[in-house]
């Protein structure tokens, strides 16, 4: 029961966000670029985090 | 006259200082949440205790920041109100909107999630207060979308129609309002302008740290994570100001015309005044280095278009005001007989210039006996104070540009694992935090100074637009928020100086687990 609910609670939040990228990508052009651009800083700073990370990790000279 | 025109100079100062007071806390609020989530994000994934303890010292910081910023920022809303009356009577039906929603989501989204991102510690799960924490992140971006969407009216006013029976502008189209491009391109170079501020304040805390030999676990990892944010919040923020340049050149040509020292039209592809100094008196550079054929690219993106100068809005302005005199007077004779079909029908041939022919009120109260060099002293007015837009823009840019080399070199550094043997760097990047603050106050000058005469951009000038207060009045609350705010500055210091030299020690929260100690479960309850 609890995977069906976490399934439907998922393929709701993909809804929204597909209805988000349909109604921001034709009219907000610019909103969309932020809520993308925003991810992508995100990601992109979390991942290289934590692959620097786990990379001086094991280095004791840095 | 006189005194009119010193009252609405004192409310212009007074809203000024204000907002630069104001916009000093703003953007590392809307950058430092996003950053805090991110480093939080790094916590919940890797489940090492030296990221809990790198949210809570940032954390710290943020909320000295954030009580600040809600401080200062009540007076603006209040002051629409007090000190812009008939601004916010002709404007109030489309302006109240957004300025409403933006008091909520400060107040309820963003505080309350404030409050449980805070004291949520040990209460809420590690997934759960993750998600406060971009709550909150949201909640202040959201709450600066809302302004910046009012702010967009002020500078390209859409969705809104002039209504001669009530004498106000009203709303036509709630989506329209929204989605107003220069809205969209100013919020999105807005927020991420906040993240390279955040950015730079992070880097240059942690080198601060490196330098002394103090929390180096803390401040080498705070410095990788906002290296790594900051240079694609860096590289963003100019490409989206190339974007707001571009909206802002085809919705705002005086301001483009003042933000380039653009004197008279150019045939196409016109040169780029690297340094220039601006003579408006006389309008002409006294002195100009200039990049040629790169100014048509740059804010037209084509080679061919051409851009007018002050010379060719002037004629513009001129003729605009003409065209919207017969609108003022039709106007009047409206506001008496309200159905009177001639008015009305004369009111709507000219209606798109009715904000033009208040300008020239300004000299000639009733327009009908404008004379010619009362027209044209208004059309003079219609170009907004050259040199300080011209400045400050110039200032963003070279701000901006720099902190780009900083940060490509801050990233190499981390990188490479060598930023602590940096020392030269680790010495200069404390100074660099002060640059992306001058860098953001230089933005609100070159948009708010290069919309004037306006408050709404070709609909009502500022002039018009004051409250009646006296000017005893006025130079009486000026001083009093210049004091208070100044007082605020120096209590922001003070404490931001004293919880930095603490350091993540003393968090009273006993997060002083080092780097090395063993990882918590990832899913766990806190």
Known sequence: MKSVLQFIFWLLVAFVALFLAIVLGERGAWYLAWVLGTVMIILIAVAGTVMLDARYEDDPLE | MHSLDTVVDLSRWQFAATVLYHFIFVPLTLG???????????????????????TLFWSKLFAINFALGVATGLTME???????????????????????IEGLMAFFLESTMVGLMLFGWGKLSRGKHLLVTYMVALGSNLSALWI????????????STFNPATMRMELTSFSNLVFNPDAQAKFVHTSI??????????????????LRKRHIELAKRSFRVAALFGIFASIAVICLGDALGFINGADQPTKLAAMEGLWKTAPAPAGFNLIAWPNQAEQKNEFELQIPYLLTPLVTHSFTESIPGVDALEKQAAQRIRNGIPALVALKTLREHPNDAAALAQFNAHKADLGYARLVQRYAPDVSNATGAQIQKA???SIPPVAPVFWSFRIMVAAAFLMLGFLILAVNYSLRGTIVDKRWFLKVAPWMIPVPFIANEAGWLV???????????????????ASTHSVGYMIFSLTGFVLLYSIFIVIEMYLMVKYIRLGPDDDGHGATESATQPRVSQWSEA
Do not use: C, K
């Not at chain 2, 730079?200 to 805390?205: D, E, S």
């Open chain 2, 447 to 465: 948009a708010e100074l290069g919309r004037q005469p306006w408050t709404v951009y070709e609909q009502l000038p500022t002039w018009i637009s």
């Open chain 2, 148 to 159: 910046l969407i009012a702010n967009g009216y002020m500078q390209s006013p859409v969705g």
């Open chain 2, 78 to 100: 209040f002051q629409f109100g007090t000190n812009w009356s008939t601004y916010s009577h002709y404007v109030g039906d489309i302006f109240g909107a957004p300025l409403a």
């Open chain 2, 379 to 381: 059309a003079a007015d």
């Open chain 2, 193 to 210: 302008a906040g993240y390279l501020t955040a950015a730079m304040f992070v880097l240059g805390i942690s080198a601060f740290y490196m």
């Open chain 2, 32 to 54: 430092l949440s996003m950053l805090l989530a991110t480093i939080e994000t790094v916590y919940v994934i890797t489940g090492r205790a030296i990221y809990r303890q790198m």
